[in-house]
């Protein structure tokens, strides 16, 4: 197999120089990847108040436009969702977020004979990558049989 960087046309931009994923063999590598839609300096679930700051957040909105863009990444770079095998989660506050996520966690890998080993933990902060700092970036390895 080959060992190639991918950039995405469809998941949001990255916030540096660096490909959305790189494969090496039967492995794909995917970056941190955000909520944030292609083309937009939106973080959806974000309420900013008049003076620009976050009034609130959605968590829930973060971790499905995040789980969406990882999607179309392994799509594109010829991997299925199901090929995931670890994950490595990022969130700005735990304590208010972590049984949400939890639950989506559940949704999205219902099946947990073949569910992903995950690491989730709590960092001050993720990189502002749009009209808001986002509180919420997934990694991802997926391989292929």
């Known amino acids: 197999m080959s060992d190639a960087a991918h950039h995405s046309k469809a998941a ?10 790189r494969r090496v063999g039967n492995v794909l590598y995917l970056a941190g990847i955000g ?8 973080i959806p679930g974000v309420v900013l108040d008049a ?9 829930e909105a973060q971790v499905r436009s995040s789980f ?20 490595t989660v990022f969130m700005t506050d735990l304590r208010r977020d972590f049984a ?11 099946e947990t004979a073949t569910s992903p080993t995950r690491t989730s933990m709590e960092v001050s ?5 749009g009209n808001a700092p986002i ?9 292929k049989a």
């Open 100 to 110: 949400t996520f939890n639950k989506l966690f559940g949704e999205y890998f219902a």
């Open 51 to 59: 003076a620009g700051n976050v009034a609130s957040y959605d968590i």
């Open 135 to 143: 509180n919420f970036e997934v990694k991802v390895i997926a391989a």
């Open 68 to 87: 969406e863009n990882v999607r179309i990444v392994l799509e594109e770079s010829g991997f299925a969702w199901n090929e995931i095998v670890d994950m």
């Open 35 to 42: 909520p944030r839609q292609r083309g937009t300096k939106v």
């Open 12 to 21: 949001a931009e990255p916030t540096g120089a660096y490909a959305h994923a």
């Open 125 to 129: 902060r993720l990189p502002q990558a």
